[in-house]
């Protein structure tokens, strides 16, 4: 006989239904077909994102990792060869200078750039008379072209005619001197640079809850435990952004450095990586295959000290202000 179903029930299969289906109150297929659709329309939401990041990063990287293996002088035909423009860049003792001066520079820029930052925002955020004036006189430098900026500052260091000298009465020429050449550089660079780095500390210091510093006025706290002990450790966040990409643009320098110093200064003491790169790729011999090799180690060593940096400063900070 066959058996009967009572009223109420439902015969089972034998195959429980899926829980996620029940909850959903749509069958198994619909729901397939849901979460299809959903994907398609979250790729093409970032689809733009996407797109922008392979033809402006993606791309890049394969036709420099292309060249670094081949010779080509951008008119005669492209020739593979191997791995031996990596064994004559990475032989060179000149490319190892560069490298040694572009270290050198970032560790003067970063370190000076970060705390006179930090300065300019505590004395900004104070309230004081003509600080809204300051804060566009600083942000300035920032928004002007780089290269013009170093035109003007090399007017400024000539030897004969320039503005220094002119004040002082000295006939010091500031850029063609072996000891002089690559402060002076990253000075400019500083310059440029801080107001960029003041306005991130501002709004971090703006950023911090106002009963924070009131309890700890109340507990009796100076003004420098104040900023030793609360308000430098809640700015954790935005002084791991600033010093990861102040290192960064101090890695990539190239236009003031190229304005002041076009030729890499007196005993290529301004000679770092990316006027390495530039001189290798398009003066002298045009040879796209060394610059292509220097450019991929110059890229490897920003993505080492970006994890570095990681590493050592992201796990040490707090976000939450509450």
């Known amino acids: 006989m066959t058996p ?3 009223v109420g029930t439902v015969a089972h299969s034998g195959h429980p239904p899926s829980s996620e289906s029940s909850r959903s109150g749509l069958p198994g297929h619909h729901l397939g077909r849901a979460r299809r659709q959903e994907m398609v329309e979250g790729l093409a939401l970032v689809a733009p994102s996407l797109l922008g990041i392979a033809v402006f990063l993606v791309v890049p990287i394969a036709v420099v990792i292309w060249l670094s293996v081949n010779s080509w002088d951008l008119i005669g035909p492209m020739r593979f060869v191997g791995l031996r423009n990596w064994f004559a860049v990475l032989s060179d003792p000149t490319f190892g200078h560069s490298l040694w001066i572009t270290l050198v520079f970032v560790v003067l820029v970063v370190p000076v750039q970060v705390a006179l930052g930090l300065a300019m925002a505590l004395l900004l955020t104070r309230g004081l008379p003509g600080s809204g004036v300051f804060r566009v006189l600083y942000v300035i430098p ?18 004969s005619g320039g503005a220094l000298n002119a004040l002082t009465g000295a006939q010091t020429d500031w850029l063609n001197s072996p000891v002089l050449a690559l402060p002076i550089v990253a000075l400019v660079t500083i310059w440029s640079q801080v107001g960029y780095t ?7 210091l703006a950023g911090i809850p106002v009963s924070v510093l009131e309890a700890a006025q109340i507990d009796g706290a100076s003004s420098w435990q104040s900023l030793w002990r609360i308000r430098i450790p809640l700015l954790g966040p935005t002084l791991y952004f600033v010093a990861l990409t102040g290192a960064i643009s101090a890695f990539q320098a190239f236009d003031q450095i190229y304005a002041l110093t076009p030729s890499g200064g007196p005993g290529s003491r301004t000679n770092v990586m990316a006027l390495r790169i530039y001189q290798e790729a398009f003066q002298g011999g045009f040879n796209l295959g060394h610059a292509s090799v220097m450019a991929l180690v110059l890229f490897v060593i920003i993505v080492a000290v970006t994890l570095v940096q990681h590493r050592f400063i992201a796990g040490r900070i707090t976000y939450d202000l509450s």
């Open 198 to 204: 003041t306005l991130f500390f501002m709004a971090g």
């Open 142 to 159: 920032w928004m002007c072209a780089p290269l013009a900026l170093g035109v003007v500052w090399q007017w400024i260091f000539a030897p």
């Open 4 to 6: 009967v179903t009572p």
